[in-house]
């Protein structure tokens, strides 16, 4: 009998965008931020905001960063939902609600931040709001700065669901 690992999280790396195998959506992403000229960011960003999340460049004990901003078609507000995604007091950030898939997620993060952007497949079981779910997605995570030579710099993540179920 074949069996599986309860997680998987893979780095693809982005050749895997060059060449098409990415979701069409991520992919046209990436090129229009690869693509962007000094100070057109911000401006690049506009039509993909809805998937986005982003968050801060500081990763705390080397947690992923907190997350300001989550896109109403982002896939962490469809996995967490809606009341996770626009909490009443977001006083020091949003985190993940899954402590073993927030600390899966440092590396893409912390590669992002030293200048690669992070494109990789996860497959795992996540809890949310005492349901077992097994999600299986792709996700690039790309570090910016809003205007050139910014001292700023943020995160952009942009995660695509593929299969989602609920198993408990």
Same mark, same amino acid.
């Given at each position: 009998m074949l069996t599986r690992p309860n997680a998987l999280f893979s780095e693809i790396g982005t050749?895997?965008? @060059?060449?098409?195998l990415a979701d069409p959506r991520l992919s046209a992403f990436y090129d229009s931020i690869l693509s962007a000229g000094s100070g057109e960011i911000?401006?690049?960003l506009k039509p993909y905001l809805p998937h986005l999340s982003l968050c801060s460049d500081r990763m705390p004990d080397g947690a992923p960063p907190p997350i300001f901003y989550?896109?109403? @078609?982002?896939?962490?507000r469809t996995l967490f939902g809606e009341d996770w995604a626009s909490p009443s007091s977001p006083a020091s950030?949003?985190?993940?609600?899954d402590e073993d898939l927030e600390q899966a997620s440092a590396e893409g993060y912390r590669k992002a931040l030293a200048g690669t952007p992070y494109y990789g497949y996860a497959r795992t079981p996540v809890q949310v709001n005492g349901e077992i779910y097994e999600v299986a997605f792709e996700r690039l995570i790309v570090a910016l700065r809003p205007v050139p030579y910014s001292?700023?710099?943020?995160?952009?993540?942009?995660?695509?669901?593929? @299969?989602l179920r609920r198993t408990s």
């Open positions: 050749k895997a965008i @060059d060449q098409g911000q401006e690049r989550v896109g109403k @078609d982002s896939g962490q950030g949003l985190r993940t609600p001292p700023v710099r943020f995160c952009a993540y942009f995660g695509v669901i593929q @299969d």
